[in-house]
Structure formats: structure tokens, C-alpha cells
């Protein structure tokens, strides 16, 4: 492992003092540097998040003002302008606010894709300003915009239409937030857009504590949050910022200081998978992070998941109210790296793709653990607490024409045409572009809310 290289050249030139071998140490240095670059690049620049650029905005727009007062100022203009359209879209849709709810034993889960540009996307792309450039694929150059269009559809029974208004009723004075990585970034910047979209909105404002980022919907007092907690148990890349650290570590049995800031949440929709996926094992640090301990165990990465999720459910189990909360987990989102998984050879990873697999007969396999996800399913289902198990992965499975591709960012900035034309190194396999599947993940979500509460 380069890491190891890593400290100890960085040592060396440390405990060296001569001019000349300083110079040759900072060239080798530098280029194992260099080096570890590219690796890490390679590795796990696709997992990284970037600073939103939505973050940015909102975060200029509350510097620009002193405070409440002016905030609303510079969206009040906002805030009249839309307020008359929705009052004139109420008095046209009172009729039609009435769906129609598909009965619980439906299996939500098992259907098809359907193409329907009639009613998807729900949004556009360019209409919700709250995008960061991550997923914005047409913005960033991406030349065909079918991947928007299609509508998962139940085989026996059909998902209700997306009514913003419909979820912040059942929002209202309450907390909404995801805890995961950045698939569940990806899912929560997915419904910012279906609600601000289409209703009216006061003002919102985006604070960033620590993990946690809030979005506020100041009309009817509810917070859509994300919080960012990659393993869900304490790790050493709970940074939301900077996560490029390749000697991942975790302590499964530590999740309170992060649990802590899960409490009094209404929706509360977990994730954990794309950041198990670097290798076959798991550190398992032995002691804390607080104690400055370094000596860590190597375990499987099965024995560490199953862990992991235990020590959640356990959290769940004690520290959530029944009759309060609404618990969900996502099960796998899953990346398309091999072409040849759904018969194209002359594919690159994703870079190719344009329609969905559309050919169901064969189950298709895409390298999804499998493992994980069955004990995900089975911890979820032997818990006390009811969590609704959001078995997203064979319908994402599907969805190789879904994701970010060579239309995104990396390590922060946008891909250059170089880095275009090299879709085998380049290409962003994992993330979704938005508006897109994240948001079906997003109806499925609707519809249970609206169903249970
Ligand atoms: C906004 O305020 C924060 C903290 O007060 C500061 O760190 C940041 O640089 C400011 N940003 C802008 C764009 O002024
Ligand atoms: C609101 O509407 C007024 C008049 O139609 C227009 O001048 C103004 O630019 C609009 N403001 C926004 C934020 O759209
Ligand atoms: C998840 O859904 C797929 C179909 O999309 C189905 O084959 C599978 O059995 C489901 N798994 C669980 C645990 O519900
Ligand atoms: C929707 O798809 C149909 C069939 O492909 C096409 O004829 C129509 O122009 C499309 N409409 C829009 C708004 O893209
Ligand atoms: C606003 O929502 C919070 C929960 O997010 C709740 O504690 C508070 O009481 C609400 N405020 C009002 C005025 O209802
Ligand atoms: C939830 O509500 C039920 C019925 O009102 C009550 O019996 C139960 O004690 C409550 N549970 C908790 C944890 O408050
Ligand atoms: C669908 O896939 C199956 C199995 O790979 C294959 O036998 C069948 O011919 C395919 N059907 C179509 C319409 O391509
Ligand atoms: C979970 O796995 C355990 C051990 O393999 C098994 O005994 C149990 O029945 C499973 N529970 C569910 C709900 O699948």
C-alpha cells in the first residue's frame, strides 16, 4: 500500500538534514506524491464530494445580508412573484390534488421502466437552481437528455402522481433528514428539487453544522437535511470535506456521536454501501480516535457490515420513537463499471449508455454485493423498530444510462476535454444525474409517507 511508503519517505526526509539529500527526498517525495495522486484518483475520486456549489450560494447569499431581516429581503421579491402563481394553481388543481394511494401489499418494487415524456422529469433541470454541478448533466455538456424520461412502473399497481404540496403538508414543523454518503446526497439534493419546484417558498437558508447540512422551507417550517456519515459508525472519514484518505478505518461499535444528532428527526432515511466497495476487508481500529490510537485490526468486509448494522439497529431501536419517527433504509445503489454485465462489448464502463436495460427476462448482474444486501435486508426486517427496507438496487440495476458519466465534476472541478475523451479512467459510474433516477427513489419515499402517517 502506497500509504505505508507515504509516512515513512516522508520520515526519512524529515530526519535527514543534508541539503543535498533533502533535494533528492523532495523530488522522490514528490513524485510518490504525484504518484498517490493519480492512485487515489483512480480509487476513490468518485466517491469524493465536492463543495456544493449550492452550498456556496446560499452560503454568499446569508453573508451578503446582515441576518434575517435582509434574507428575506432578497427573496421576498421571489417569494410574491411565486406566491401569485400558486394561488392561481390552486384554485386549477384543487380538483386534481386527489391520488390515488397503491395498496400496501403492492410490491412497489417489481416492474418495469417505462418511457414517458408526458410526466417525467418532474422538474427541469434548469429550474431548480439548488444543483450543484455535480449532477447537472446537461449543463455540463451531456448531449442526450432521455435518461429523464422514464417512470418506474409497478407491475400491479402504479405509483401516485408527485404533488409537492401533498409531502409538505405532512412535512409541516418537521425534520426530514438523510444520513449516508454521497448517494444519499445525491437523493437529498433529488427532493429539494421536487419541492421547491413547483410551490411557493418564503425564503429558505442552508446552515452547515459540522455534518449536517439543512435546507429550510420556511413556509411551512420543515428542514430537508443531509447529514454526512459515509459508514454510519464513527470513521476516520467523517470529514464532509475532505475525504480523500485512502487508509479508511472504522470503530463498528461507535455510532452515538453521530446518533446524537439523529434525534427528534421525523424521516430519517439511512444509506451505507459505496464506501465498503475499495476492498475485500475492513480496518477495524482498536481503541478511539480521541485516544490518538492507531493499531487497527483487518476484518471481512461481510463480518464488518453486518456489524456495523447491527450496532445501528441497535441505535434505532433505542434512541428512535415509534410514534414519532418514520425509519427507511436505501438499499444498494449500484455503479455499472463492466460493460460486458449487460452484453456490450464495445461499451466503456457507462460512457455509452442511453436507454435503460429494457430486457428484464434475465435477472442482470452488475457486481452488486449481493452479500451486503442481504444483510441489510435481513437486519432491517429482525429489528423491533418497523424500517422500511427501500429495495432500490435490481430497479437501479437497470439504469446504466442513469448515472453522472464524463458530465460532471471531479475532485472539484469539471472534467476537461482530455479527461472527456478518456471515459475508461474518467467516467463517473456511481453518482446519478439529476433530474433522474434519484428521484424514483424520491417517489417510493413519497409514497410511503403518504401512505403511513
Ligand atoms: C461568509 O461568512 C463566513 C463566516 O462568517 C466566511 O468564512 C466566508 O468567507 C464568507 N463568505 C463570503 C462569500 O463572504
Ligand atoms: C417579480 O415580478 C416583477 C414584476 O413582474 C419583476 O419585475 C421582478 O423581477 C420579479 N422578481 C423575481 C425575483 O422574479
Ligand atoms: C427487491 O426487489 C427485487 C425486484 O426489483 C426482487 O427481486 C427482490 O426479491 C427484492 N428483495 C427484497 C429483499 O425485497
Ligand atoms: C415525447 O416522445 C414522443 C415519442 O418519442 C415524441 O414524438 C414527442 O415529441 C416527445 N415530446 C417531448 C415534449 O419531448
Ligand atoms: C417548527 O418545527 C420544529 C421542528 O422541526 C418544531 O420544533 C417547532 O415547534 C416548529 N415551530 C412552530 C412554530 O410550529
Ligand atoms: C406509542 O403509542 C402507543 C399507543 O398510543 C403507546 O401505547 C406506546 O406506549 C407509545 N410508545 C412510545 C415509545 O411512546
Ligand atoms: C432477452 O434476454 C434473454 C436472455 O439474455 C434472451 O434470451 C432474449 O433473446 C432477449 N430478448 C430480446 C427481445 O432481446
Ligand atoms: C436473518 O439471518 C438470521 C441468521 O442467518 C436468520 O436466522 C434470520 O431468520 C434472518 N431474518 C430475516 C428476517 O431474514
Not at 219 to 226: I, P, Q, R, S
Request: net charge neutral; aromatic share 12%; with cysteine.
Amino acid at each position: 500500500m502506497p500509504l505505508f511508503f507515504s509516512s515513512n519517505m516522508i520520515q526519512s526526509c524529515r530526519n535527514d538534514h543534508k541539503f543535498n539529500n533533502l533535494a533528492i527526498c523532495i523530488v522522490v517525495c514528490s513524485l510518490f506524491l504525484f504518484g498517490f495522486f493519480i492512485y487515489s484518483e483512480e480509487s476513490i475520486a468518485q466517491f469524493q464530494s465536492s463543495k456544493p456549489k449550492f452550498q456556496e450560494n446560499l452560503e454568499e447569499l446569508s453573508n451578503k445580508s446582515n441576518g434575517v431581516q435582509e434574507n428575506s429581503k432578497i427573496l421576498g421579491e421571489h417569494s410574491k412573484n411565486s406566491s401569485i402563481l400558486t394561488n392561481l394553481r390552486t384554485q386549477n388543481d384543487e380538483e386534481e390534488e386527489k391520488i390515488e394511494l397503491p395498496p400496501e401489499s403492492c410490491d412497489l418494487f417489481t416492474g418495469q421502466w417505462v418511457y414517458d415524456n408526458v410526466t417525467h422529469p418532474i422538474y427541469n433541470e434548469n429550474e431548480c437552481k439548488f444543483l450543484t454541478e455535480q449532477v447537472t448533466c446537461l449543463k455540463n455538456g451531456r448531449k442526450d437528455s432521455l435518461y429523464q424520461n422514464w417512470r418506474w412502473q409497478p407491475r400491479d399497481c402504479s405509483l401516485p402522481k408527485f404533488r409537492p404540496r401533498l409531502l409538505l403538508e405532512k412535512l409541516r414543523n418537521k425534520r426530514l433528514m438523510f444520513v449516508g454518503d454521497s448517494l444519499n446526497r445525491n437523493q437529498w439534493e433529488s427532493m429539494i428539487c421536487l419541492l421547491q419546484s413547483s410551490v411557493t417558498f418564503s425564503w429558505k437558508k442552508y446552515k452547515k453544522i459540522g455534518h449536517l447540512s439543512v435546507f429550510m422551507i420556511q413556509d411551512y417550517n420543515a428542514t430537508l437535511e443531509f447529514y454526512w456519515a459515509p459508514y454510519l459508525v464513527v470513521s476516520n472519514s467523517d470529514d464532509p470535506a475532505v475525504h480523500s484518505n485512502l487508509n479508511r478505518i472504522i470503530i463498528p461499535e461507535s455510532i452515538e456521536k453521530h446518533g446524537n444528532n439523529w434525534k427528534n428527526v421525523d424521516y430519517l432515511i439511512f444509506n451505507s454501501y459505496v464506501w465498503w466497495m475499495n476492498s475485500g476487508t475492513m480496518k477495524v481500529l482498536r481503541g478511539s480516535f480521541d485516544e490518538r490510537s492507531t493499531e487497527y485490526d483487518e476484518i471481512e468486509r461481510t463480518k464488518a457490515y453486518r456489524k456495523v448494522l447491527t450496532t445501528w439497529s441497535q441505535w434505532v431501536d433505542n434512541n428512535v420513537d415509534v410514534n414519532r419517527t418514520q425509519v427507511f433504509f436505501m438499499s444498494m445503489s449500484p455503479m455499472h463499471i463492466k460493460s460486458t454485465d449487460w452484453n456490450n462489448p464495445n461499451g466503456i464502463k457507462c460512457a455509452k449508455e442511453t436507454t435503460p436495460v429494457l430486457n428484464m427476462s434475465m435477472p442482470l448482474n452488475v457486481g452488486t454485493d449481493k452479500k451486503l444486501f442481504a444483510i441489510a435486508s435481513n437486519v432491517t426486517q429482525s429489528m423491533k423498530f418497523p424500517v422500511y427496507f427501500m429495495n432500490i438496487t435490481s430497479i437501479s440495476e437497470y439504469r446504466k444510462d442513469a448515472h453522472t458519466s464524463l458530465y460532471t465534476i471531479r475532485q472539484g472541478k469539471m472534467l476537461t476535454k482530455e479527461q472527456q475523451a478518456d471515459p475508461a479512467t474518467y467516467a463517473d459510474c456511481i453518482h446519478w444525474c439529476l433530474p433522474g433516477l434519484p428521484d424514483t427513489w424520491n417517489e417510493f419515499l413519497y409514497t410511503r409517507i403518504l401512505s403511513h402517517s
